[in-house]
């Protein structure tokens, strides 16, 4: 096949990230045109830029049952790969913003919705790039462009000092990050002559102790995104600084796209066995670290905000398990998408019935102030309820086969050794601190309190978006192979 | 595959629907339609089950049966669970059953539960029940059955703790939980024990612990067994017996099934007489080809099932309260079965024992769902009294359901050419035939003289309880109130519906040879001869009506005040004792153990958990100093992570 024909296939198969692109662009573009009186009236403003993005990621999803899945055979020279891991990138990416842009609806900042659904629309067409690609060059590309959109998101939809302070915070250690992924990236570059990922890990052998390292810097470089310990400094104070929409897709874009990145760095099976023995020490320790730092810090906090930044952390310490289980192919990369579809659920799930209860004129900012919510607006109860008990990982929801899978494939049977018996023993230990935080917030839920005065404002949009997440965190319990 | 053998599917679907259906419903502040979808679902189910009974041909697979493909639930590493459906000849015929009258129980439901606050709650749970009955009737796997074995289990344990206010219903139903429990434990360490036998073997090979348990793997794999293992395999055997024993509520486990007649009289017609009952039976029917392997654990059935069904008649005989009655009656029937299931023990018995069985079981489901609903009636009229010494003579204030109700009773009592005479009549001849074996024929001799005694017994408490209630002088107590009246024709017509099978159900199936004929073509059953002599029905008939003769004698009777009778009678009035027995040998030991643990628990335990559950949230606070807020300790932390990672490539010495 020739460059040509490539470059061809390859369009057709970025035809949804095209149209999102397209479609950001043009949302962007709209505030300019839009005449001044319709710019007045806020709630045919806030529908109609709604509505246009729902439209762009419909019209995504139609042009990817359009074009089918990738036919031609996966090229292992060009920049992008259609494969599965990268179909299923796009699919956790479209059902996270159909939940966020439910969210949006009546909570973006009103004034600077053009930029808000224009960024947010970008960041949903990045993922997938990232998800697809086969190259050095097409990944950064894809990083960045999820990265630039969040700091304007970070920056416009909350303008006071908290929200200055926590923009502020992640444009820097995002930077940071991103140093390390580029120096990473630069040895891998400089050791291979080439930025391909194929070419890339088929030379990545014996004693090649600088590619390591170069390897390492990357996946330093991406734990940021995922906020793996010691990259997860920013979390709270982006959580607590930032909108309620926006911190639940704080909590979830980036994980994606970290992981995704991750996934096409290292794939399954790719390491020899002296590079696993470099790599899947430092992943194991920093799965470790992640899932400890995160419950331990979780389980101290008041403010819910934090407290859901930490349980962020902690679910990351989980993925990240499941990673090296996919390293050591004991696992397929279904269990780490599986996971992540579960976490969308429920964590976007948690975010949208917070966002009701607050659109709706109450507080969700410490644990106190949910306190007898369940009198008080029960509908949003029961949703939180059902994210809650799913990221807890009981039964009858979907969190349970997510945390299932993980665990059984981090301790499959073939691995008896002590270190794979040490992460099955924290990661149930650290199940059980996780359910003592989470707990204690449907406790609160469901106790008494003086105030009781009924919460009344209904917002649709936020009711169905925590519909979906509670329908199919349920639903995905029964027909797990769905998820 | 002709394409009507997907219906299959509907069949446990459809109450499925309905049971999702009613639980909306049950949120709704209006709940009187919850009926509709229920009652919808339930007969698309029932005509589904008939049409594949009728259109499908057992004989036009080689193997026997069929297997239809479910969907996959879910896959770990090599597990693979998934659920399908195994249609054969034994399976269809409970299948047909459980659905046609759990349809007309939720018929006669809507009349018996209209006005009730729980009403789309008692649907919904009904709904669930036939899909978990319906889904292990029809289960491929050993595990898939006890999955929903537990499922009908717990729809039972929410009937019949339906009106969970009233203390005896919440404790009923506790208690038929737990007494199912401990039975159904030993069920699971059978499964578990036959997954671990069965890996042992030829036919384990290549299969994960799921699928090696599927009916087919586990009776390729009983003949072996049974060489190599035949300790195992009977050890195996009796774990199983004792979960289908329970189920069934035989001795030592019966003592649940009378005090479930706490929950509404329609669920104790469906659940505790008709269907969930007969699942213990089912289930060692279902195994026939493993348990031949093992005489000595069918012999044990057939002594438990025999002493069961004696001393539950006889039980029978001396309760006052017309539910407990038939309560007592389904416990000695249901022993019955398994007495007959017993003599599989015999070689070349197994299918005609089964086939008694089942025909039993069939016709047993329809005259005594007939009579518990019949009772139901005759509640619903006294103002819920139930108790026998408070009315008598009903026949002019309840004419049809005395009708209806006499006909039930002459099915039970086994009048000759109804329904229960030609079954009871095929478990006696069972007996009969096996008790000629030279091995263990004497087991079941004196097997047969239990059969005849209980059959007396059973005819004598059946005619004692209807000519008590239905006839002598009329006597209504005051709960009734003025109003005592008739049921309404919608809970009449499947009244009218059960009592035509309880007719000519026996006739048409039995001497015609129809169910046998059936049955046997159910894989790894073989059709064999076997005659029934025509004195057994000439001394069956004369027992029966010898029975309904003294029952009618002692009816309107006092107690005998002294005497042998007396102390019979309040050994009897006591249940044996029996329940005393396990109160004082089991559930209060074990209360003291459980005190002296909570102690524990508490004192001890809970103090060193409480201490250890503080040591995280100490970490935690611990933790929060290094979260300062400020970017350069965050930047320069993370450096250290960098920094540590780098240096642990350069040390690396192995490469």
Redesign the interface.
């Known amino acids: 096949m020739d460059l040509i024909q490539i470059t061809k296939a390859t369009v057709g198969h970025l035809t949804p990230e095209i149209v999102l692109l397209i479609g950001g662009t043009l949302v962007m573009c709209a505030s300019v045109l839009t005449s001044k009186s319709a710019r007045e009236n806020i709630h045919t403003q806030r529908n109609n830029y709604a509505f246009a993005s729902l439209l762009c990621l419909i019209a995504a999803v139609v042009a990817r049952y359009w074009y089918g899945a990738p036919s031609i055979a996966p090229g292992d020279l060009g920049l992008f790969r259609f494969d599965a891991s990268a179909l299923a990138s796009e699919r956790l990416t479209f059902l996270g913003g159909l939940i966020l842009i439910l969210m949006s609806w009546s909570t973006a900042p009103k004034g600077r919705l053009a930029e808000y659904y224009g960024c947010l629309l970008i960041i949903l067409a990045a993922i997938p790039i990232v998800g697809a690609s086969n190259d050095l060059v097409s990944m950064f590309l894809g990083l960045e462009l999820v990265s630039i959109p969040t700091y304007i998101l970070l920056g416009i939809v909350k303008t006071d000092n908290s929200g200055a302070e926590a923009t502020?915070?992640y444009f820097?250690?995002s930077a940071?990050?991103s140093c390390?992924f580029l120096l990473g990236v630069s040895y891998l570059y400089g050791f291979c002559g080439s930025t391909n990922l194929s070419v890339i890990q088929a030379s990545f052998g014996?004693?090649k102790?600088l590619m390591?390292?170069g390897m390492?810097?990357a996946i330093?470089g991406l734990s940021f995104r995922i906020t793996a310990?010691?990259?997860h400094?920013?979390a709270?104070?982006v959580f607590e600084g930032t909108s309620v929409t926006m911190a639940g897709a704080m909590s979830y874009l980036p994980k994606v796209a970290g992981f995704v990145a991750l996934i096409r760095l290292i794939g399954a099976g790719t390491l020899s066995s002296?590079a696993s023995?470099?790599v899947i020490?430092?992943l194991l320790g920093c799965a470790a670290l992640t899932m400890c730092?995160g419950?331990?810090?979780?389980?101290?906090?008041n403010n819910l905000r934090r407290m859901m930044a930490y349980s962020s952390v902690a679910h990351t310490g989980y993925l990240l398990l499941a990673f090296v289980a996919l390293i050591r192919q004991d696992a397929s990369p279904g269990v780490m998408f599986s996971y992540l579809a579960a976490y969308a659920a429920m964590t976007l799930g948690l975010f949208a019935c917070l966002g009701e209860i607050e659109a709706a004129g109450g507080k969700s900012h410490l644990i106190g102030d949910l306190a007898g919510m369940f009198q008080r607006r029960p509908a949003a109860s029961i949703g939180l309820t059902v994210a809650l008990i799913s990221l807890i990982g009981l039964p009858f929801t979907a969190g349970f086969?997510a945390k299932?899978?993980v665990f059984?494939?981090a301790v499959?049977?073939r691995r008896v050794d002590s270190i794979s018996m040490l992460m099955g023993a924290l990661m149930a230990i650290n199940a059980v601190?996780a359910a003592?935080y989470y707990w204690r917030i449907l406790s609160t839920l469901y106790s008494k309190s003086e105030s009781q005065v009924p919460l009344r404002v209904f917002r649709p949009s936020l009711f169905f978006a925590y519909t979906i997440c509670t329908v199919l965190t349920i639903l995905w319990f029964f027909?797990?192979?769905a998820m | 595959m002709p394409n009507f053998f997907s219906l299959i599917w509907v069949v446990p679907l459809a109450p499925l629907v309905g049971c999702i259906l009613c639980t909306i419903l049950s949120f709704r502040g209006d709940k009187k339609d919850a009926h509709l979808p229920a009652i919808l679902s339930l007969l698309v189910s029932a005509a589904s089950a008939l049409i594949v009974l009728f259109l499908w041909n057992p004989e036009s697979s080689d193997a026997g049966y069929m297997i239809s493909e479910g969907?996959?639930?879910?896959?770990?590493?090599s597990v693979n669970l998934k659920l399908s459906l195994r249609v054969d000849t034994l399976c269809l015929t409970l299948l047909s059953v459980v659905t046609t009258i759990s349809a007309m129980i939720a018929i006669y439901s809507k009349g018996y539960m209209h006005g009730d606050p729980g009403y789309a709650r008692y649907f919904a749970v009904f709904c669930g029940f036939v899909f978990s009955m319906t889904m292990l009737v029809l289960s491929h796997n050993l595990l898939m059955m006890y999955a929903f074995w537990e499922g009908v289990g717990t729809c039972s344990y929410l009937l019949i703790g339906y009106w969970f206010r009233k203390p005896s219903a919440a404790r009923a139903a506790t208690k038929a939980f737990l007494v199912n429990r401990i039975a159904d434990t030993a069920f699971l360490f059978g499964i578990m024990l036959l997954a671990y036998a069965i890996g042992h073997t030829d036919v384990g090979v290549g299969q994960n612990w799921f699928s090696r348990l599927d009916f087919q793997n586990i009776f390729d794999a009983a003949p072996v067994l049974a060489e190599k293992h035949a300790g195992l395999l009977s050890l195996i055997a009796l774990l199983l017996m004792i979960g289908a024993i329970g189920k069934s509520a035989q001795f030592p486990f019966h003592v649940w099934l009378p005090d479930a007649m706490e929950g509404p009289t329609p669920v104790s017609a469906l659940i505790h007489a008709a269907t969930m009952v007969t699942a213990g039976v089912y289930l060692m029917a279902r195994l026939a080809p493993l348990t031949q392997h093992t005489p000595s654990v069918l012999i044990t059935v057939a002594w438990l099932g025999g002493i069961t069904s004696l001393i539950a008649a006889v039980m029978a005989l001396f309760q006052d309260d017309l539910k407990r009655v038939l309560a007592y009656s389904t416990v000695s029937q249901l022993g019955y079965l398994f007495m007959a299931l017993g003599a599989g023990a015999v070689k070349d018995l197994m299918t005609v024992a089964v086939v008694a069985a089942m025909f039993h079981l069939v016709t047993h489901a329809f005259f005594k769902a007939l009579l518990f609903l019949s009772a139901g009636n005759v509640m619903h009229a006294m103002g819920d009294v139930i108790d026998m010494r408070e009315f008598s003579g009903l026949k002019k204030v309840l004419p049809k359901t005395n009708i209806l109700f006499g006909i039930g009773a002459a099915a039970l009592a086994g009048v000759p050419l109804l329904a229960g005479f030609f079954s009871k009549e095929s478990v006696l001849a069972v007996l009969l035939d096996a008790s000629s074996d030279t091995m263990v024929g004497s087991h079941f001799f004196a097997l047969l003289g239990i059969g005849f005694l209980t059959a007396l017994l059973t005819a004598i408490y059946t005619s004692k309880a209807y000519f008590k209630t239905f006839h002598g002088p009329e006597k209504i107590p005051a709960a009734a109130g003025h109003h005592a009246h008739e049921a309404s024709n919608v809970m009449l017509a499947p009244m009218a519906f059960l009592a035509v099978g309880a007719l000519v159900a026996g006739a048409l199936l039995g001497p015609t040879g129809k169910i046998s004929e059936y049955i046997s073509k159910t894989p790894l059953l073989h059709h064999h001869e076997h005659a029934e002599p025509m004195w057994l029905l000439v001394v069956s008939s004369i027992i029966a009506l010898a029975g309904i003769f003294a029952g009618y004698n002692i009816s309107h009777k006092e107690a005998p005040a002294s005497g042998l009778l007396k102390t019979l009678a309040d050994f009897g009035r006591n249940r044996l004792y029996i329940d005393w027995l396990y109160n004082v040998a089991i559930v209060q030991p074990m209360l003291s153990v459980a005190n002296f643990l909570e102690w524990i628990d508490t004192n001890i335990i809970g103090a060193i958990t409480d201490a250890l559950?503080g040591l995280?949230?100490l970490?935690?606070?611990a933790?929060?100093r290094i979260?300062t807020?400020r970017?350069p300790s965050?930047?320069l932390?993370?450096a250290?992570?960098?920094a540590a990672?780098?240096i642990?490539?350069?040390t690396?010495a192995?490469?």
């Open positions: 502020l915070k820097l250690l940071f990050a390390f014996e004693g102790r390591a390292l390492l810097l330093c310990v010691p990259f400094f920013y709270p104070d002296g023995s470099v020490p430092v730092v419950n331990l810090l979780a389980l101290a906090q086969w299932f899978m059984v494939s499959a049977d601190i003592g027909v797990p192979s | 969907y996959r639930y879910l896959q770990i590493g559950a995280p949230k970490l935690g606070l933790g929060q979260q807020g970017v965050y930047s932390l993370t250290i992570g960098i990672v780098a642990w490539i350069v690396r192995s490469w």
